[in-house]
């Protein structure tokens, strides 16, 4: 954890929360302590999911010399913590984050090759002076309405043999076993699922994007696309270790989150803040329920952009963990 609970002055407040003022209504969570801690929570859900790694792009051992300089570029870093830890890891790197809330530690808490930048990075024009060797963003499926112009953004400002790397949730739940699978169309989760991608549908936005992710890096010039499908136990039903494990930290994740996820999206369903909060109990009742034995896919995907001469260099691979086939089929957008 960062260690701090950072209140940025440019903030709203609404509903007992406090949201980003800067460019007020483009992100829909709070900004507040309670969020940070958050976020700084789920930030262990994330080492858990990736076997402790920052990153799966190979973009350290690509650039060459131990001496030379790494730019690196965290997208939505939130708290700052990823890129706290990698500048940490990586002393010859140059590492900035951009958020549209400053909520990251001063300074003089933070390591001396890295910093933070209040940025839009879909709106925003970049004001960065250098092209990156890799650039980073994860959660970031409701943040964007074109991720595609994004992607594209990301392209121009990596520097030849750079790499991309995006993980991310897709908004869905899959069923383990067939007692669940029965379980899912009438539970609260269920409901409250579909009224949450109705609710961002009406902003153009899908929070089952990073299921396109992959395809996209390819239609932008990527090479060396590869995409991993990982599942994220919902809690720690699993007997697994490891899972159970992630499944601990998720549980209490999404439940801090609830309320503070639901309250502006759920609004644009016309629900009433009373019946959103009646909703969330019935939700957290799911999330904790032991025989909900389920899991949020969770998409890792990376590529390079070519170097001069690369030709193709076509390498996309998709690993599934588990299996899994996922159908999207209900939902169109």
Not at 279 to 297: C, F, G, I, K, S
């Amino acid at each position: 954890m960062t260690g701090h609970s950072i209140p940025d002055p440019a903030s709203v407040e609404e509903n007992g929360r406090t949201y980003s003022g800067y460019r007020e209504g483009r992100y829909l969570l709070p900004n507040d302590g309670a969020e940070q801690d958050r976020l700084d929570l789920q930030h262990k859900v994330w080492r858990l999911l990736l076997d402790d790694a920052l990153h799966l792009a190979p973009w350290r051992e690509e650039k060459g010399a131990d001496d030379d300089v790494f730019h690196v570029l965290d997208i939505g870093t939130g708290t700052g913590i990823w890129p706290i830890e990698l500048a940490r890891a990586n002393p010859a790197a140059q590492v900035v984050g951009t958020d549209l809330s400053l909520i990251q530690p001063p300074p003089d808490k933070v390591p001396p090759n890295c910093r933070f930048v209040r940025e839009d990075s879909e709106e925003d024009e970049w004001v960065h002076e250098v092209q990156f060797d890799y650039i980073h963003m994860r959660a970031m499926h409701s943040s964007f309405t074109d991720h595609r112009a994004m992607i594209k953004k990301v392209y121009d400002n990596l520097r030849p043999g750079g790499w991309f790397e995006s993980q991310d949730f897709s908004f869905d739940m899959v069923a383990a076993d067939a007692a669940t699978e029965a379980m899912l169309p009438d539970s609260a989760i269920k409901q409250w699922q579909q009224l949450m991608l109705e609710g961002m549908k009406t902003m153009g936005r899908d929070l089952r994007v990073a299921r396109h992710y992959g395809q996209w890096l390819k239609d932008a010039g990527f090479i060396d696309v590869e995409q991993i499908l990982l599942l994220c136990p919902l809690n720690p039903w699993p007997l697994d270790p490891k899972d159970k494990e992630i499944g601990r930290y998720f549980e209490t994740d999404i439940i801090e989150s609830l309320e503070g996820m639901s309250m502006k999206i759920l609004q644009l369903k016309g629900l009433s803040s009373d019946e959103i909060r009646a909703l969330v109990t019935r939700v957290e009742q799911d999330v904790r329920n032991r025989q909900m034995h389920a899991y949020t896919p969770v998409y890792a995907i990376y590529g390079r952009k070519p170097l001069d001469g690369d030709g193709d260099g076509e390498r996309r691979q998709e690993k599934k963990i588990y299996g899994v086939e996922l159908d999207y089929s209900s939902t169109t957008f």
